[in-house]
């Protein structure tokens, strides 16, 4: 069974910068559409930023400006810079993927555990 396997997170002050990471554990396929979701307590889990494996990408607007998606095909890696950061960030961030195991397998959606972020002073 496959797995998303994030890092990064961590406590960081306002104004702060922390890069998260997130792979696919063991071999896939393909990987498709990669993106990292939050989710603050007591609120819904809302979209951060989405990429393509054509590099279309898109951005909430809450973190336009300040947070940056990147992946690295060839290491099948997601990562999000997340820069000027404020207390409103603070939230567990979950990649999501949707992945293909082997070759003739269905296309499957997948997230990962959750990283907590938090900012504050």
């Known amino acids: 069974q496959a797995q998303l396997v994030e890092s990064g997170g961590g406590l960081v002050q306002p104004g702060g910068s922390l890069r998260l990471s997130c792979a696919p554990s063991g071999s896939i396929f393909s990987i498709y559409v990669m993106g990292w979701y939050r989710q603050a307590p007591g609120k819904q889990r809302e979209l951060v930023a989405t990429?393509?494996?054509?590099?279309?990408?898109n951005y909430a607007d809450s973190v336009k400006g300040r947070f940056t998606i990147s992946r690295d095909n060839a290491k099948n890696t997601v990562s999000l810079q997340m820069n000027s950061l404020k207390p409103e960030d603070t939230a567990v961030y979950y990649c999501n993927a949707n992945l293909q195991i082997s070759k003739g397998d269905i296309i499957k959606n997948y997230w990962g555990q959750g990283t907590q972020v938090t900012v504050s002073s």
């Open positions: 990429i393509t494996s054509g590099g279309r990408i």
